[in-house]
């Protein structure tokens, strides 16, 4: 603390941006055989760029001119992109056992605090992985819950947007606080009104920490959290983080008190459940692994839906046709259910289509290598960190001719059938492929369905249509955005 106040003067701060940059420069030699990059940190002369927090961009520009796999050194540290569906495929399935680790990045050193899930590494991470597994499991089939639990989700969510009468409205807080929704059903055993001021609050904590764009950005130069008069963002963050546990610790406590071992309702009884039965689940991780159930299964999905209504939004065409497919296989006033999902193939070609064009997590979570490896000509060197880049496969040229153009026919086969969703990896691959993907999988379509049979959509003015440019915090959302929702009858 009393080092982040010394800086509070300009000629400190001066004097650490020199020191910074020395030691950047002292620790930025390349190790023999590492993929290539610029010689020294492009983002020492664009600090101005860092500080918009373009990751995205300056990105753009480094796999322009150095291919496929590219190298730089951030605060010492190594950091290696990958692309492409061979080279992703080589490193993170082929070589898993070297790839799999998570480095302590700030965002899993300081928010997750090396708790839960996504944060740990070897034995630790693999009971952690296994037990929310085994929850989602059981949740979702062997009670067969989860299906009802979405459908009625739904039902409150379309409500909402009913209630607009046809204004313009933000979707993405009712698809956010419907999404959170579904996560308080799993965590806490219950649901919460979206009038709820709590709950209200709750989310905007959650929804403020994870859209914040400066997280990626101090994740690969951490030095920046020290800045003088918190110009990141850091410490804002690690409140948000201190707040929310405390809510979570809270929910953890009332279940103590209340649980009955012989019917668990939810999450947290499993945990409190198998934390008396397994050394590795502790008091430390709980409200962690609370909190990295809605980190990871609220942000992603309700920006997906997002980008869907944006999507829609530009292509009635395709609004039309699936809702065509939907009035023929559902000819009733129901919404659709997961038992119709086979009969929707071209509403299924559109959820595909929209996590190949939108996708929301493009660098996944960054990756660790634990072992010199080499990639083709290329020596990855132990403690690099490695990052996935997921877009180079979703907007592969190669794969998909006019990568930029929302074309749900992509996955349509000459049957008409739904086809090569595997050609896409929205989820990541290898030993940390998302463990939420069915669930998420659920969500989506019954939520995307559900709107599209209810509602035509419409831009906020007659053929005036937002951007389809967004923003990366943990992922990628569409610029803020309105829209009007007419009611079919
Ligand atoms: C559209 C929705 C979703 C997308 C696109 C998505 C995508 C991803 C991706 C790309 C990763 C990183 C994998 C890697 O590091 O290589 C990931 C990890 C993870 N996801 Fe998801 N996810 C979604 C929904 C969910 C949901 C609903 C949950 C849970 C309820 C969830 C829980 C997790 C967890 C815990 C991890 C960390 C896994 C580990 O480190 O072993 N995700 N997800
Ligand atoms: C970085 O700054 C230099 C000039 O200082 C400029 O020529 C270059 O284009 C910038 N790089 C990026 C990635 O914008
Ligand atoms: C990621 O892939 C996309 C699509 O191929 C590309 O435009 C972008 O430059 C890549 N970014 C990085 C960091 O490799
Ligand atoms: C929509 O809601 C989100 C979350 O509450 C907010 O951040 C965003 O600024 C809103 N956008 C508009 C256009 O009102």
């Given amino acids: 603390m009393q080092v982040i106040n010394l800086f509070c003067s300009s000629g ?115 009971t952690h992985r296994k037990f929310m597994e085994t929850v989602l499991h059981n949740l979702g089939f062997e009670k067969n819950s989860m299906k009802s639990t979405i459908l009625e989700e739904t039902q409150h969510f379309l409500s909402v947007i009913s209630d607009s009468n046809g204004e313009p409205i933000n979707v993405s807080y009712p698809t956010y606080a419907a999404v959170s929704n579904i996560i308080c059903s799993i965590a806490f055993g219950r649901r919460f009104d979206y009038n709820d001021v709590e709950f209200q609050k709750f989310i905007s904590v959650m929804y403020e920490l994870l859209s914040n764009q400066n997280i990626p950005v101090i994740n690969l130069l951490p030095i920046l959290q020290y800045l003088p008069g918190d110009i990141f963002g850091a410490k804002r963050i690690l409140q948000q983080t201190h707040w929310l546990k405390k809510e979570f610790k809270r929910f953890i406590a009332e279940h103590k008190d209340t649980i009955d071992t012989e019917n668990s309702r939810d999450f947290i009884d499993e945990y409190i459940i198998e934390k008396g039965k397994n050394a590795c689940l502790t008091d430390d991780d709980f409200p962690i692994a609370v909190f990295e159930l809605f980190g990871a299964g609220t942000d992603t999905i309700s920006n997906t839906i997002t980008w869907s209504v944006l999507y829609l939004l530009k292509n009635p065409d395709i609004q039309n046709r699936m809702r065509d497919e939907m009035l023929c296989a559902i000819p009733t006033d129901r919404l659709p259910t997961m038992a119709d999902k086979l009969n929707l193939p071209f509403c299924e070609a559109v959820i595909a289509e929209t996590q190949r064009l939108a996708n929301v997590l493009p660098f996944a979570i960054p990756h660790e ?121």
């Avoid at 520009?61 to 492409?84: H, R």
């Avoid at 989820?427 to 209810?454: D, H, N, Q, W, Y």
């Fill in 12 to 126: 400190f701060l001066i004097a650490f941006i020199i020191i910074t940059i020395t030691l950047f420069l002292l620790k930025s030699r390349r190790p023999y055989g590492s993929p290539p990059g610029p010689r020294i940190l492009p983002f020492l002369g664009n600090l101005t760029i860092l500080l918009k927090g373009n990751l995205i961009e300056i990105s753009e520009k480094l796999k322009a001119t150095y291919g496929n796999l590219f190298s730089l050194s951030l605060g010492g540290k190594w950091i290696v992109f990958i692309n492409g569906n061979e080279h992703l495929r080589e490193v993170f399935v082929k070589h898993a056992e070297f790839f799999s680790d998570r480095p302590k990045v700030f965002f899993i050193d300081k928010v997750l605090q090396n708790k839960g899930v996504t944060a740990q590494n070897g034995h630790v991470w693999k």
């Fill in 369 to 489: 290598v634990t072992e010199d490896v080499m990639i083709g000509q290329y020596k990855i060197v132990k403690g690099s960190h490695v990052i996935p880049n997921l877009s180079s496969v979703q907007h592969d040229e190669e794969l998909f001719a006019n990568h930029l153009k929302f074309d749900p026919l992509r996955f349509i086969d000459k049957q008409g059938k739904f086809y090569g969703q595997e050609r896409i990896v929205p989820f990541s691959l290898g030993k940390r492929v998302c463990p939420g993907e069915s669930l998420a999988r659920m969500e989506l379509f019954l939520f995307i369905t559900a709107i599209v049979k209810k509602f035509r959509i419409l831009p906020e003015e007659e053929g005036i249509f937002p951007s389809s440019q967004g923003q990366l915090g943990i992922a990628y959302k569409p610029n803020p955005f309105k829209v009007r929702f007419i009611e079919w009858n």
